[in-house]
């Protein structure tokens, strides 16, 4: 490890920069860019400069640039020949999902960004090592028992953490960030779930536990990894063990030493109850992993590490902004007022089924504001893609779910409405049938073999969560009129900012 005193930090930084302003002169007076669909391009440096003039609105940038493409597949030239695919066009998602699956895995690049926090968990694997990962959480996740624990989870922190802070705010009139506190309660959620933990962050004292801080440095940092304008700006970072690098190695040390620790733990845990019939109603995905076989501490760490990103932010994400799009839609708000008024406080599984209207709902509200925006994949091979675009092997291809929820030839004219009832239609009798779409035109769960495998569990959270708190509170935000919250993404989504709102007790649903 290498230990640098401020100045040679201060001058490694005053280099690159001095030599970017000087290059930034040279390009801008005297080379004259190509520009195609309003995407200019220079020799060398590719679309460096519109890229870090639209940094901070990437995905909107993004999303504009292959809308106004005709074939809805935009490539980006980045500095020293880096090529970016970036599609919108469903037949693209399919052949890159599906029909051509084995030509688009995830590729090395992806795996070495995330590899230290992810390891080799799910999310960052392909090839026999994500198929068998694969089997064996599937098997899991199908199971009757789990889908009891994580209602059980979500009821419990629902009624006694969740109700209880959004009650005191209403009587005490403050001003609560929405997002954060349902972040807290998506994160005690599912490190129940997979490891049966509870790290108790959403507590009215709202504390910074050490898991959860470590956790959030961790995605944070592994993320930004991901939009450096060149992987060799992080992997010296990495190789100095500087600044974020230097932050990333020790959260994700804390991260790993919790989950090896855990693991340890939950081995003695059933050994201890091997002869004591406990009930697989009450066990977390830890414990069945581990009762099924798999005991290899690393394997099972990852593994757990990986369900717990994949848990956390994508639900809360959702949630913020339905909760958002309500406040502006009073009348969808009522309908949902109604698909909830005659169930019971705790719903059964029926009931939560039987929420139609609230499903679709939240389908309509992923789709304007998707909580994973985009997705890469890295080709394996030269390919040719069913627009036309050539792909040359190890080219990252990206499909926009962004754009894709808010393109005119998929959603119609009036796309920028948010209205549940395109997922709807009505049967004989007049009550509302759930009308899915084509998962390769709304991949807001991904689609094909590596579809979300948490879809239906995100599903039963959500509904639980609107359920419980719209039939007791109207949420009401503290913006100005006229000012929209801003739409960022890292690894999922965030409100820029939080989502500052009030809250008011509803009284008897009418
Ligand atoms: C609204 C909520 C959610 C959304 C929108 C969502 C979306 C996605 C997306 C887009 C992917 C593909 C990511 C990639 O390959 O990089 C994915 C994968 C995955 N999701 Fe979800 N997810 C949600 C909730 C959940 C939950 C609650 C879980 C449960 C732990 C979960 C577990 C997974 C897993 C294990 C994968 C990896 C599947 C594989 O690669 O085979 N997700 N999800």
Redesign the pocket.
Known sequence: MIDLNLTTYILLLLIPLTFFFFTSIFYKLLIKPTEKHGLKSYPLIGSLFPLLENRHRFIQWTSDIINNTPTKTAIIHLPLGRVRVITANPTVVRHILKTSFHLYP?GERARHTLFDLLGDG??NIDGDQ?KL??QI?IHE?NTKSLRNYVEHVVDTELNQRLIPILTKSATTTTVIDLQDVLQRFAFDN?CT??FGYDPKCLTPSMPDAVFATAFDEAVMISTGRMRASHPIIWKLKRFLNVGSEKRLRNAVAVVRDFAVKLTREKIIELAKNENKNSSLQSLDLLSRFLISGHSDEKFIADIVI???L??RD??S??LTWFFWLLHKNPRIEAEILNDIKHKSENLTYDEVKDMVYTHASLCES?RLY???AI?AKQAADDDVLPDGTFVKKGFPVTYH?YAMGRSEELWGEDWAEFRPERWLEKDELGQWVFKGRDGYEY????AG???????E???L??KRVVAGVLRRFKVVPEVDDGVEPVYVAYFTSVMEGGFRVRVEERGEIE
């Open positions: 995830k799910i999310i994500w990962q694969r959480s996740f599912i779930i997979a990986n369900f717990i994949a848990g994508t639900t994400a959702a992923m998707p909580p994973v997705d779910v991949p807001v769960f991904q073999p590596r579809v979300c495998l948490g879809k569990m995100a599903f959270q959500m």
